[in-house]
């Protein structure tokens, strides 16, 4: 689930807790390998349509851009993470550790940047200072540092205070040691924190968005809008909400924090399909900024103006 073990029970003691899990390595190679076919394509549109667009570079397109960068290096990640599983976790553990942790926390943060934006333009257009190029480079650098940061530190945290490193899995801390556990629990606050706060920020920005919106007498633009936010809402919590609740369940319950067996095995067994959700959020994102952007080359896109003020 994160940088500890996924296939112990929560204690010694309690070794009726344990799941046979290893159907997760094939399950991860097909998983990806179709994540990888549509995002190689939605990715690669929606790159194409940001290098052609004729519209002045702007913050929106400032915070697009760097979701586009974390979700392409995540796609092209892809294979070795496939042969990773295909070798049972064997290979590049900490690099793919590293690299789904930068798709990740990049979707979740540059998401939020975007719905931050779009609430300064329509909430409180007077702040234009806030949304000026040089704030947005600015800000999404600070952004890339911090996901970076994220990234690379949550699979070096298993070093802090080991002895040796487990022998089938050197990657990953060990749920059922007292020693670690400090470590896991830290782990488990930077995770949660980093989609928590921009989850709230987001959530916030496009509340207030759709309350303005409300009042707009223009219904079949208003229409639009609200479509794009609500499934752009939809999206961002089916794909991040469900590994972060199971991630909270699985870590809980294997440190001994919560008892109940069927909790740790039910984490278990979720957590490749909620890990497949939240990589495919890769696949998603272009399509949202796809089809809520600008005309290309003179087109007749079927977004308005209003659709594109409030989300890009």
């Known amino acids: 689930l994160g940088p500890w073990n996924t296939t112990t029970g929560p204690s010694p003691a309690r070794s009726n807790c344990t799941l046979d899990t290893g159907y997760r390595f094939t399950f991860y190679q097909v998983s990806y390998g179709a994540i990888f076919l549509v995002g190689l394509a939605t990715n690669g549109l929606a790159l194409h349509r940001l290098c052609r667009s004729p519209r002045a570079l702007n913050s929106t397109a400032v915070y697009m851009a760097s979701l586009a960068v974390a979700d392409a290096c995540f796609v092209a990640s892809l294979p070795l993470r496939i042969y990773f599983y295909h070798r049972r976790g064997r290979a590049f553990s900490a690099l793919t550790f590293a690299v789904k942790y930068v798709s990740l926390y990049g979707g979740v943060f540059f998401l939020a940047c975007i719905a931050l934006d779009r609430y300064l333009a329509v909430v409180h257009p007077a702040r234009s200072a806030l949304r000026r190029l040089r704030f947005a480079r600015r800000l999404s650098a600070a952004v890339w540092c911090v996901v970076l940061g994220l990234s690379a530190g949550l699979p070096l945290l298993r070093y802090a205070g080991l002895v040796s490193p487990r022998r089938h899995h050197p990657c990953l801390l060990d749920p059922t040691s007292r020693r670690q556990r400090p470590l896991i629990l830290m782990a488990l606050g930077l995770v949660l924190g980093a989609f928590l706060l921009p989850a709230a920020l987001l959530l916030f920005s496009y509340c207030r968005v759709l309350s303005v919106l409300g009042r707009r007498r223009r219904r079949r633009r208003r229409r639009r809008a609200l479509t794009v936010i609500y499934w752009v809402l939809a999206v961002f919590l089916l794909c991040f909400a469900p590994y972060h609740a199971n991630l909270l369940v699985y870590t809980l319950s294997h440190v001994g924090l919560l008892p109940a067996c069927s909790l740790a095995r039910a984490s278990m067994a979720l957590h ?41």
């Open 272 to 312: 490749p399909v909620v890990l497949s959700l939240a990589s495919a959020n890769c696949c998603l994102n272009p399509l949202v900024y796809y089809f809520s952007s600008g005309p290309v080359g003179g087109g007749d896109w079927r977004c308005t103006q209003c659709c594109r003020m409030c989300l890009a």
